[in-house]
Every structure is written in structure tokens, then in C-alpha cells.
């Protein structure tokens, strides 16, 4: 543990990487997105990129996971200046949470109000079919239970209070505005609202334990997101999230399906066009609301 307290990023480190940026695009960002597993199209939507490989950028992690890009995308999206992760980091990658979540304190750094999070998910609820989408209105963070926390070791205020409230986690506001949108767009029909489970991975669930977390009134499960909230809500970041159901979890011992990852990407693809429309006419309206208030 002392190894890894001594590792860790200071403040000045995140002013650092955030400067870099700054100082090699005209971009200010207000909105950031995360892009899950085949989701990094929404990159493609920016006007005016400034593209960054991860590799460049100083103190930042490596994407190793088919499906991640790797690439940190500046641009405006309908007019608001956005930053775009195609590709994040898991902890099954063995990064610690504290740099799997690096890049939220850096957006925090650049000025970034509102981070957007979206994921590929399994659906636990048995109404929930391929290809939905799934707001999510809050979340589990099993390994939280076991210790595995991004805010654990010395707490900087700088970034925000030793103990952060989660209840409000995912902003109310924008969850209905996904409502509005998706009904303005004609996928209403697929859209729906639950709770996501983040599990450490990388290997999938099991029966046992898919029944297990549907008892405890888990909607959709993956293996990311969670932590990046946590961060974000700790920077006082608003936050808003999704879940593109690419995958029925398994919950009968007689059936001869399994889940694999190549299922995960194809029924990203088949779903990116929605999603992207989704998450352009989302920021469009966060950006129109602000200029109102």
C-alpha cells in the first residue's frame, strides 16, 4: 500500500497533464464523453478536432481493450466545445482506480461542467432486450464492497470532499431531458431507466452470480463506469449515463449461450447511429438550457 501512495499523481501532476492540453488546443470544453465498448464513433460527430493518441499525452494510461480506440478528441459538437475518450480504463487491465480515473480530474482541470458515460452492459432485467438503451438512474459498486474505491488514500479538497455524497450521482435533470430526446427521435420504444452493476472482471458473470445481483434489483451489469462517476460527483461534475444493452445475461444452467465480446461489439455497431443522435441532441440542449439560465 505505501508503493502505491507513493506512486500516485499529485495535484501539480493532473495541472500538469491539463496545461499540456490546454497549451496544444484553442478547445475548451465543457461536455466530455466516455465512450464504451464500440461507442467511439460519437468522436466522429466533432467539428474542428484536435486528436491526441493517449500515448502522447503526458501521465495518461494506455487503452489495451478491442474496441478502444485510444484516442482523446477535442472538438465542438453543435457548437459546444467537447472532449471526446474513444476508449477508457478498466481495473481488470490492472490499472489502480485512481488512474483508471485520471482522465475525469484532467477534464475537471480543463473545465469541463458535465461528463457524459456510456457503456456496453448485459441486461439483468428480463424486460430488456438487446439493443435497448438504458439510462441509468444509479448504480452498485461491488468492488466498493471489497475496498476497491477511486477516492481511497489521502483526499485532496482541491478536487473535492473526503466524503462525497452519491445519492444524487446521476443528475435528474439530464435523465429526463434523455427522455425527452429519445422520444423527439423515435426511440422511446427502446429506451428505459435502471440500476447498473459494476463488477471488477474481465472474465464474465456467472449464473450464480447474474441471479444473485437480480435479486438485488440490478438492471444491467459491466465492468466500468462506476468508478469515473465516482470522480466525477467527487469534482462536482454533473453527470449523466447509459447503458447500450449488447448482451442477455445468462441465468439458466440448461442453455448452451455464453457471452463473449465480439457479441459486445456487433451489437454496439448495430445501435452506434442511435446513440450517437441521442448523445449530439443531448449536448445541443445542455448547451441551449445553459445559455438560458
Not at 35 to 64: H, M, R, W
Not at 76 to 85: A, D, I, S
Not at 129 to 157: A, R, Y
Request: contains cysteine.
Amino acid at each position: 500500500m505505501a508503493n502505491q501512495r507513493e506512486e500516485r499523481y499529485t495535484y501539480e501532476d493532473y495541472q500538469r497533464t491539463a496545461e499540456w492540453l490546454l497549451s496544444k488546443t484553442k478547445h475548451r470544453p465543457r461536455v466530455a464523453i466516455i465512450c464504451g465498448s464500440g461507442l467511439g464513433g460519437l468522436a466522429d460527430l466533432l467539428k474542428d478536432q484536435v486528436v491526441f493518441e493517449y500515448a502522447k499525452i503526458p501521465n495518461f494510461p494506455q487503452s489495451t481493450v478491442v474496441g478502444h480506440a485510444g484516442k482523446l478528441v477535442f472538438g465542438n459538437l453543435h457548437g459546444t466545445p467537447t472532449v471526446v475518450m474513444q476508449g477508457r480504463f478498466h481495473m481488470y487491465e490492472g490499472y489502480p482506480l485512481w488512474k483508471v480515473t485520471f482522465p475525469v480530474r484532467i477534464f475537471h482541470l480543463l473545465g469541463v461542467e458535465t461528463l457524459i458515460v456510456t457503456n456496453a452492459a448485459g441486461g439483468l432485467n428480463p424486460a430488456f432486450k438487446v439493443g435497448d438503451i438504458m439510462v441509468i438512474q444509479d448504480h452498485i459498486n461491488m468492488p466498493g464492497f471489497s475496498g476497491q474505491n477511486p477516492l481511497i488514500g489521502p483526499n485532496d479538497e482541491r478536487f473535492g470532499v473526503r466524503f462525497p455524497a452519491m445519492s444524487d450521482a446521476y443528475n435528474e435533470d439530464l435523465r429526463k431531458l434523455a427522455v425527452t430526446v429519445a422520444s423527439e427521435i423515435g426511440c422511446s420504444s427502446y429506451m428505459r431507466e435502471g440500476v447498473y452493476c459494476a463488477l471488477g472482471g474481465p472474465n464474465y458473470e456467472t449464473i450464480a452470480e447474474c441471479r444473485f445481483l437480480q435479486r438485488l434489483g440490478v438492471d444491467a451489469v459491466g465492468m466500468s463506469t462506476v468508478p469515473e462517476v465516482i470522480v466525477a460527483r467527487h469534482c462536482g461534475l454533473r453527470v449523466f449515463g447509459f447503458s447500450l444493452i449488447t448482451n442477455k445475461a445468462i441465468l439458466d444452467y440448461d442453455t448452451k449461450e455464453k457471452a463473449n465480446h465480439e457479441e459486445v461489439l456487433e451489437a454496439s455497431r448495430q445501435s452506434a447511429r442511435t446513440l450517437e443522435k441521442l448523445v449530439s441532441m443531448m449536448v445541443q440542449r445542455i448547451e441551449h438550457n445553459n445559455n438560458l439560465a
